[in-house]
């Protein structure tokens, strides 16, 4: 999945906006005005057992993810790790360099939109399920 795409699918879900708050590099992507990814084309910074991208054109994720799940799928992947400028235990940055397969991060995306939906208050969340 490539940053494109990525952005595609995160923007078919219901009710989700794209903003820049952090400058045009960075996609934050809003259900009823609570985040729940972001994209980032460019360099991360080493510190906090994360890796550095090279400048090689590689895309990032934030996803918002169950704690425990969040530490299996860093388990299982080497391009999940904790969230890059986020909470470590509720996020995961996922490096979108095809190691992950595509049904894999969309299901994660899915997660991520579910777990802020579900916190919510009900109407809106009724409102965003009409949709699903």
Known sequence: MDQQQAREYLLNKPFTVETFPFGEGVSVFKVKHKMFATLTLGKMSPGDNESVDTGNGICWVNLKCDPQEAIILRDIFPSVIPGYHM?????????????????????MMDNSFNLVVSNMIVKDQQSILLHL
Do not use: C
């Open 87 to 107: 909470s470590k235990v509720h996020w995961n940055t996922v490096k979108l360099d095809g190691s992950v397969p595509a049904g894999e991060i969309q299901r």
